[in-house]
């Protein structure tokens, strides 16, 4: 391996972990604003664990690759694009494969659905089935400024 690629390595290593604190933060926030935090005198420091002592998702290599979409989905728990499934993914199996088909066949099954915008061609984000109720993303999987940027009647899920 060259030494430009180990870097590239390191470097992509090192941003799927702040990304995942970032998202620690943006889950604290949310449930600050929701108001599900402990008064100042329960709690004396926050700390942020490092995304590499998360667990990974267990694969058996005959798990079809459809039920590790849907593990990765649960993991991130949150609308995503499909490039954030595919980077969660790899970083879970550390296999590169481009999830686009399996999550494609998930859709035809109606096990996800697509986020559109209505006056946009094209969907940006990928959620389950069960975490839409009546038209609607249910709060808890919806990632932070979800709300700021979409309003209920301007997306549909498709």
Known sequence: MEDFEVMLKALSMERDNLHEQIMQVDRVIAKVKAGQYLTS????TLEIIPSNIKEPVSF???SNIKVQVIKIFDLIGCAAK???INTEYTRQTGKVFNLREPVRSL????MVLMIKEKSLERAKYWVKTDWVENGVL???Y???????IYKAGDIEFV
Not at 41 to 44: L, S
Not at 107 to 110: A, D, F, K, M, S
Request: no cysteine; hydrophobic share 25%.
């Open 60 to 62: 058996n290599n005959s």
């Open 82 to 84: 499909l490039r954030e």
């Open 41 to 44: 005198n329960q709690i004396t």
């Open 138 to 140: 249910l709060d808890k």
């Open 107 to 110: 859709h035809n099954t109606r």
């Open 142 to 148: 919806k990632f932070d400024g979800f709300d700021l």
